[in-house]
């Protein structure tokens, strides 16, 4: 067996051994488990700090855009975000165990079903270092212990925090195993993790649009699929036109790099021209490029045509898309074609519009005079996300610690036997 693979495969089995362990935990050993890691995490902020530097200067010599550093950069704030995250899922309801749905059946049997874990996560990700202590976090307070592969990008800064909040967390009395992070940045090890099946209950990919892609097509293991954010924002004709223009802004600007950040703009064509009135000099002057459809080309003189496959494309720059329909219908026929079900907007002042859109369009994720910047766990209440899944099954949107558990059927007899 290949060197690489041998010890991928030892380290799932090692992290599947532990989820037996992991699963019987109690909801007071998973607090403080939680909160062991947040503390370590405090505690090695310089740590933290220094490995990510290694990884953000590697990232400036190799010429990554702006928006990637940003994605993998680490600072006080950012570190402190992680552990409020692991603190936030500590205090979020613990079912585990738990019997739903029990009835009694006519020769007396009480059937119902048991909140258990998943069983053992593999998580594969690109240039996000938090998610390493996110999917850590929501696996432990789910009663799932996990397999981290983070990606080249972010190497150094993952590897250190794995390895910050693994020792923390069996240090508490998390089992052995329970969190292993894969310390090779060769992308055989990601293959290998597509076909431990024998190890790995369910598989979770984040990253861009093309990876996720490969992971669907040739995973093995069941995938839940989390998908690139091609978000869209609809102007309507009844728009508050104040409320759009802040909206875009804040979707497009707050943070571009982001799968929720706004990459296109539907204007209904009776506002367009005033939309762009309103709004596009503040745009441009946070740095915003604005392309146009070719349906647009004379709305913004001078900016460049999108391609079809920009109408597709997540834009994770300052690229911002500016589309006219001629009312709310092609827009919803606009966003189901070429959006990527993750999160859609429509501003209006009419409900019954608002409900026909959110109604019509298909995403995990439909806002109503609201900044697609809301999609996530944490703004969503569910503390720390493990992923935004755009599929119909089993998850939907932002998944936390319900997302990562099943069921299995309890039958409680008095020594019934079937006739």
């Not at 093309?210 to 978000?231: D, H, L, R, W, Y």
């Not at 802040?246 to 209904?268: E, F």
Request: net charge negative; charged share 25%.
């Amino acid at each position: 067996m290949p060197k690489i693979q041998e010890a991928v495969l030892g380290q799932c089995q090692k992290a599947k051994d532990a989820s037996l362990k992991a699963a019987l935990l109690t909801p007071e050993d998973r607090v403080r488990v939680l909160q062991a890691m947040a503390t370590a995490i405090d505690e090695h902020r310089d740590d933290i700090k220094a490995a990510n530097e290694v990884d953000v200067e590697q990232a400036r010599e190799q010429g990554l855009s702006p928006p990637m550093i940003d994605r993998l950069a680490l600072d006080d704030k950012r570190i402190q975000g992680m552990l409020d995250g692991l603190l936030d899922v500590a205090k979020l309801p613990d079912h585990l165990g738990e019997l739903i749905g029990m009835r009694r059946r006519p020769n007396g049997l009480l059937i119902g079903r048991m909140v258990v874990p998943l069983g053992c996560i593999g998580i594969i990700y690109e240039a996000r270092p938090n998610v390493t202590v996110d999917a850590a976090g929501i696996c432990v307070k789910s009663g799932n212990t996990v397999v981290l592969r983070g990606g080249s990008e972010a190497f150094n800064s993952s590897k250190a925090l794995a390895g910050i909040i693994a020792t923390a967390a069996e240090s508490a009395g998390f089992p052995e195993g329970g969190i292993q992070f894969i310390d090779t940045v060769d992308r055989e090890a990601v293959d290998v993790l597509l076909k431990a099946r024998k190890y790995i209950d369910v598989l979770i990919p984040r990253g861009g649009a093309a990876f996720i892609e490969k992971v669907v097509a040739s995973a093995q293991v069941p995938v839940i699929e989390t998908g690139a954010g091609n978000c869209h924002v609809y102007v309507d004709d009844l728009a508050d036109l104040d409320m759009a223009a802040a909206i875009v802004y804040n979707g497009k600007v707050q943070r571009p790099s982001v799968c929720n950040a706004t990459k296109k703009v539907l204007l209904h064509e009776a506002i367009a021209d005033q939309f762009v009135a309103v709004a596009l000099s503040q745009l441009q002057d946070a740095g915003v490029e604005p392309l146009v459809h070719e349906n647009a080309t004379q709305l913004i003189p001078g900016a460049r045509t999108m391609t079809e496959d920009e109408l597709y494309e997540e834009f994770l720059d300052m690229r911002l898309g500016f589309i006219i329909v001629k009312d709310m219908q092609e827009a919803i026929d606009h966003v189901n074609k070429y959006g990527s079900h993750h999160t859609e907007a429509i501003v209006t002042r009419d409900y019954q519009r608002a409900m026909a859109f959110i109604n019509a369009v298909d995403a995990a994720a439909i806002n109503w005079n609201a900044s697609t910047r809301f999609t996530d766990g944490g703004e969503y209440g569910m503390g720390a996300e493990i992923g935004i899944s755009t599929q119909k099954l089993h998850a939907r949107g932002p998944m936390s610690v319900p997302e990562l558990t099943t069921t299995k059927f309890v039958v409680l007899g008095t020594g019934q036997i079937r006739k």
